[in-house]
């Protein structure tokens, strides 16, 4: 049960626009032709990375708690960060190239709604 | 068993410190007057911080692997950016109220290469 | 005389998008049909934000001058920063609704080359 | 004529601190042994970078009056920001090595002080 409700839509948006998207861009499609959503090509990459960022964090919890210096511990928190903004930038540009292009040619308010919304995701990564 | 190479050093600095510091501040010191690290006055409380820093670092995994929708796991890493930025501030805080002012008051070169170190923690926080 | 290399061109991509355009949205175009940049709406706003960065970079010059006190200076910077950050946000946001939309609506790769630059955009200014 | 409330201030006490600095540290003092505020070293490099930075300020209001292209004006904001975090990170650190040290050595509230400043002032520019 998939309780979000964007990848229903998303997933059938999608099975129609991939199969327009199939004449010029060979990505977005595995090699039986099922389409699937906007990260998923590199899902197996994205998870490898969050593992390992969720290592990164359980390291700097044993570096606090065994009192290791706090400048050491500092430089992990910026590794961290920039890890997570790594990660951040490859699904907006993914939720870019697809959502969003998605939306837009299908036309009508969606697209304005897709790029509203990514605009302010984007402000708060930018703030954050 | 301590792995870092600096706390040893640094307890017996801060021992001697927060000896004088008990005129001037009644913090950095515990009801007995058992000196302690400088985040160590809210050691539980940064220990709790970072184990919840874990948990969003795990439910970014999680819904990146039930392929939630882009904008909110871009919402979720904002936030936990922002909480590791947090982190960070305290961290870099309680630094310079102890280690540092601690290496300024003992005198010599150690002063200078601790406003060095910390400087250069500042940069890579202000670039991350 | 514009110097730049693109106004000339993209106003012309712009003629005949909003052309295409007028059918589904009202906007990008003024009431007697003249097409506009992406963000020549709001330009005079720009210009009085800009102008009053410009006076804000000014003072911080004139702080220095006058050796006033570092943390106020910083404090100026501080603002400097949202201000420019504020303003940067404005115009992707505006690139992503008029030139990204327009050319994904045109289909073929400059939809996706536009993507494309816009992402790397977003990373200069996460990153910066 | 200096209008800032603190220089007086700062001045006296540097001059009692400098004096004590001459052994350890030739910094802070010019050739005929007067005192200097934190930053006046390097004052002059600090005020050819923030010409540089209103004329960039500048640069960006023209391009925008022009209607250049959104992402080359959104490379030059980027640059532009870099350019400030760069002399705010300087000023930080000529701030702590000087203004905080000397606080600190004088002992009393005073150093407490302003290392909660210096903390605020990072805070307010990891957070811009």
Redo the contacts between chains.
Sequence with gaps: M?L????GD?KKNLMTDTADLDT??PDGTDDVGTPH????TD?DR??AR??R??G???G??KM????????????Q??????A??S???G???????H???DA??L??DE??AK?????D????????
Tied chains: 1, 2, 3, 4.
Excluded at 70 to 75: E, G, K, Q, R, S
Aim: with cysteine.
């Design positions: 998939n979000s409700p964007h990848p998303r010029t861009t959503h906007g990260y998923i899902k994205y998870l969050l593992k960022i969720e990164q964090a359980r700097i919890y606090v708690d065994q009192e290791q210096y706090c400048i050491d511990i500092l430089t928190v910026s590794a961290l960060t920039s997570l903004e990660v951040a930038l699904l907006l540009d993914d939720h870019l190239k959502c969003v292009v837009v040619k036309g009508g697209g304005e790029i509203k919304e990514a605009s995701a984007i402000a708060r990564l930018v703030r954050s």
